[in-house]
């Protein structure tokens, strides 16, 4: 029987310097296109069954390109897609968007607004307020020093699914643990939130970080989240910045080594196919 292996967390771009400004001159890995096919190397090498894609670009037109490429591939099941979400017309986009079967939710690039407090507009709620309707479920893209904030948010919409990326880019170049992991810990007892495990080794630094230094982040959010509401995810290729996708899925693995099968099979598959719908 062959085992399911979920990466419920990568991109594809096609680069364009305009278009991703956010890809400064450090990341020249990155300026590239990144397509299906280099998705479908990586994938098979490392044994993943299936993924789900996630915008890294505010427009509309990213989110149908991602979705035109989801529709025709086996390996895409799902789509995290943007919409203008503090749009008084944001349900037309979503009417519209969301016939499209592989759509499953939707984010925002929250820790790149000015205002620390964007999560808390009236308007965005209002955005948000209109989610549960279409079946979509809202990506979580912050730094930790919007997890006050954050938690302030979902407790308004607490029948909406919260997916937090990258459990909330704590300060792992520094060794930060708090207030963090406190944080982390609050805003995991709102049982409508899940946790993916990425993003992790570009908040360290990105040429000396080492599994030793993961530990403690790793050990926090698999005690705080449990197998139930965590996820494998690579934030490839945005990862190559510091890895590479099968160095991380062996990481991700070691780490969870020690929980039950029945864990392990959780946090790299079941979690992302029970949060996302796939």
Known sequence: MSTEC???????????????????DKMDVLRRDYVHDDLSAVTAAAGVTG???????????????????AEGSKLIRGVVGWVPLIDAKVEASLEEIARLPKLK??????????????????????????LKRFDLRYDLLIFERHLPQTIEFVDQHPHQIFILDHIAKPRIHEQVMEPWRSNLRELARRENVYCKISGMVTEADWHSWSEAQLWPYMETVLSTFGAERLMFGSDWPVLNLASDYGAWIEVVKRAVDRLSPHERQQIMAKTAIEAYGL
């Open 6 to 24: 979920i990466d419920a967390h990568h991109h594809l771009w096609k680069f364009s310097s305009k278009e991703y400004p956010w890809m400064s």
């Open 51 to 69: 993924t789900v894609v996630v915008q890294a670009q505010q427009t509309i037109a990213e989110t149908e390109w991602l979705l035109s490429l």
């Open 105 to 130: 939710a939707v984010r925002h690039v929250l820790h790149d607004e000015a205002d620390d407090r964007y999560m808390l507009r009236e308007d965005f709620n209002r955005g948000i307020a209109c």
